[in-house]
C-alpha cells in the first residue's frame, strides 16, 4: 500500500495574522508559488491558494478592505486534511467528494500532529493511476480479486504499522473432485461464485479479499468482530452450492469420484472452511508466522465434515 505522505512535497506555511498585502507580495515575488499553509493560535491549517486569494482580493473593495487584515479571514479554514499512513485511494476519493469549489485544492498532510507537506490533485491523480495500472497486473485473472504480490504486501504493511485485526485463511474441501467430475469450466465458475459471496459478505474499507490461488482465498478484517461474517458466508455458500450440482447428486449429498487408490467412493458436497487467526498483541512477529499458523488451523478446520469456521479451541458450523 502506499502511504500519501511518500508522495507530498514540502510546503510554505505562514502564521494566521500575517497580512494579506505580505501575502500578496509572496505570491507576486514568487510566481511559481500557488498556495500555502496558514497556521492558526491553535496549531490547526488552513489553505490560501493563488486563485481563491487573488479572486477575493480582486473584488471592487477587495485591496482596500482585506490587504492590512489577516490572512486568516481569505483562508479556507477547513481544507482537507490527513495522516501521513492515509492510503493513497482512500485519500483520492476524499478529495474528489470536496465541494466543487475546493476539489482541486492541495490536500494538506499531517504527521504526528504536525503539517509534513501536501499532495496536489495533479500528483494524487497520476499516483492513483500508477498504482491502478500495477494492481492490474497483480489481480487473479480468474477471480479478480488481489494476488500473493499484494496479499504479501498487505501482512508487511499490517506489522510494520501494528493494529487489531483479525486473518481468515479460507478454503473450498472437496473442490478437487468436483473439478474432475464436472469440469475445469464449472469449477472456474464455482470460484467465481465464491469470490462474489465473499465481496458481498465482506465490504471494504473494513476488509481485504485476496485469492491465494486455486481454492484458497484470505480476508483480512481490521478488527475482531468476525463471527457475523463467517456466519454470513457459510449461510450464503452452503444455499448457493445446489447451483453446481445435477438435482441427483444434492439431493444425495454426495457425488461418486475415484480416490487415490482407483476405487470410486461417495464423496460429500463442497464445503467451505475459515481457518481464523486473532492478532492478539505481541502474538506473531511476523507475517510468516501469523501465516504458518493460519495453514495449522485450516488443517484442523478441514477435519470438520461441513462447512465451519474455527478458532482455537472451537469449531463453529
Partial sequence: ?????????????????????????????????????????????????????YQKMGTRYGYNLFLKRPIQLLANNSPLIVDYFASVIEVSKQA??????????????????????TVSIKELLLKVADIQADVARYLNPLTLLPGNYIIDEKLENL???????????????????????????????????????????????????????????????????FENYCNDVIRIFDDKVRYFYTEEHYANKTVLSENRAGEMEAIPLV???????????????????????????????????????YIEPSFVS
Fill in 1 to 53: 500500500m502506499t502511504y500519501i505522505g511518500e508522495i507530498a512535497q514540502e510546503i510554505f506555511c505562514v502564521s494566521h495574522d500575517v497580512p494579506c498585502g505580505d501575502v500578496d507580495q509572496l505570491f507576486q515575488e514568487n510566481q511559481g508559488l500557488q498556495g500555502f499553509v496558514v497556521i492558526a493560535e491553535d496549531n490547526s491549517a488552513g489553505l490560501i491558494t493563488r486563485t481563491s486569494f
Fill in 96 to 117: 474528489m467528494d470536496r465541494p466543487d469549489e475546493e476539489v482541486y485544492d492541495d490536500v494538506i498532510i499531517k504527521k504526528e500532529n504536525t503539517v509534513f507537506g
Fill in 159 to 225: 506489522f510494520r504499522h501494528p493494529n487489531d485485526f483479525t486473518f481468515l485463511y479460507i478454503d473450498l474441501d472437496r473442490f478437487k473432485p468436483y473439478n474432475d467430475l464436472y469440469g475445469f469450466r464449472k469449477g472456474d465458475e464455482f470460484l467465481q461464485s465464491t469470490a462474489t459471496i465473499l465481496k458481498d459478505c465482506f465490504p471494504a474499507p473494513d476488509c481485504f479479499i485476496g485469492h491465494v490461488g486455486g481454492d484458497d482465498f484470505i480476508v483480512i478484517l481490521n478488527h475482531f468482530e
Fill in 271 to 309: 464445503s467451505i472452511s475459515i481457518a481464523v487467526v486473532k492478532n492478539d498483541p505481541g502474538r506473531f512477529s511476523s507475517a510468516e508466522e501469523l501465516v504458518a499458523e493460519a495453514t495449522r488451523l485450516k488443517k484442523i478446520c478441514k477435519m470438520n465434515s461441513g462447512s465451519c469456521y
